[in-house]
């Protein structure tokens, strides 16, 4: 049996929600994702464009630092990669997240929680960050999606 990780990262904690359910019904270990400075309501403005996350995306090379990272990455054969979608992609953090591990070999799949945006090119540009490793198509998941839908599209990945 392969051993999963499901990370993430949330800001208000509808990801952080979504992730719980999906490690249960994988049967996987969890981990969030947290930065070195916390995100305020101010800073996720994204009206504003003077706000930290609109700066931040506006930015393709910034990288907002971690606080801590996964004991014993290279245990995991799938990784699951959570975030909320902040203007059509990943929010920056998760590049930074996955850019600190060699990822050779892995399965990776993003799954994103989103106001109404899609997942846009997130797969691709996520696949830059880990150019080793397999990244599959991610989804966009509603977070009140129950714990048999999951479980369905989990059974439909064939891991």
């Known amino acids: ?20 359910t999906i490690s249960e019904v994988a049967q996987a270990d969890l981990f969030e994702i947290q930065p070195v400075q916390p995100y305020s309501k101010k800073d996720l ?29 290279q245990s995991y054969d799938v990784l699951f990669v959570g975030f909320p979608i902040w203007w059509y992609e990943a929010p920056r953090i998760i590049q930074s997240f996955l850019e600190s591990y060699e990822l050779a070999g892995k399965v990776v799949i993003p799954f994103a929680t989103s106001g109404g945006s899609g997942m846009g090119k997130t797969t691709e540009i996520l696949q830059e960050s880990c150019p080793n490793a397999v990244v599959r198509e991610g989804r966009c998941i509603n977070y009140r999606q129950d714990k048999n839908q999951l479980k369905q599209w989990f059974e439909s990945l064939k891991l």
Do not use: H
């Open 45 to 73: 403005d994204w009206m504003d464009s003077s706000s930290r996350s609109t700066k931040e995306m506006k930015d393709p090379n910034c990288r907002p630092a971690i606080i801590s990272k996964v004991d014993q990455m």
């Open 1 to 20: 049996m392969k051993k999963i990780l499901v990370a993430y990262f949330s800001a208000s904690g509808t990801t952080k929600a979504l992730a719980k």
